[in-house]
């Protein structure tokens, strides 16, 4: 077996022991975005990657759902793996119908891997603009996958920085597949929740069939505080732009755990005060049904009630 690589220096694995959430998951609850990494002696991390993280397998992630009260997941192809998509493709299929994928593709893709994706469980491709996470824009690249994929009924998830939002925004529009928008277009929360920039965000969302995640809050949070040791109000900075993006686009928005969290420099959240999190986010019943399992349901299980 070849060496393994060490992970990336300074590297935070995902939290050991998750509290067990006093939010009681809505049935049919689905995790919207998660990860699995390997494990590397299996499924080895691209060549190119911009990071080596941990392992974090299908098993721990599935052992983490059965904890935390989900029954469906959404399984995101991670950057360390590339266009390599072997590890997110054994967690869905060994899922048992439970999860549901998102590929990374190239555009020489051929026509029969994609109907092999799409027969596994796949339904939609995510392309990266945080500029220290690629080293080009795959506008070229994207503009030609959303194209071959737009039959398929899959669609595109955007992984971007709100302040690119301006230079991307209209050839976002121009694409022929439903937008997924990872983690609120990572706003800048020391700005104020209605000023242009956000604002600006908010009409991109509201022109085009565009859904999005209001997850990772311990990615954008400036002053706090963590979720961690039993913290009931965590992330008190971002609250504000995930309440206003549920209450305008109730019927697409969606939810994530982001497990194992890769990339955090500052902390590892505990995943169970994550999911208790929600309640403060989605603030009745309705919009915890519709966040948690109507929305992710019609998009990745369409057709279910």
Partial sequence: MADLAPRTPGWLDWHPSPAEPSFRLPSGAVDAHCHVFGPQAEFPFAPERKYTPCDAGRDRLFALRDHLGFERQVIVQATCHGADNS????AVRASGGRARGVATVRPDV??????SLDEAGVRGVRFNFVRRLVDTSPKDALRTIARRIAPLGWHVVLYFESADLPELEDFFASLPTPLVVDHMGRPDVTKPVDGPEFSRFLRFTDRGDVWVKVSCPERL???????LDGEREPYADVLPFSRRVVGEFGDRV????DWPHPNLK????????L??????IA???EQRRRLLVDNPTRLYWPGER
């Fill in 87 to 90: 590890a997110m493709l054994d």
């Fill in 266 to 273: 500052d902390h590892m959240p505990d995943d169970g005060l």
């Fill in 110 to 115: 051929t026509d029969a891997e994609l109907r």
């Fill in 221 to 227: 949070t400036v002053t706090g505080p963590a979720a």
């Fill in 254 to 257: 969606l939810w994530g755990t």
């Fill in 283 to 285: 603030v009745t019943e």
């Fill in 275 to 280: 999911v208790d999190h929600v309640r403060r």
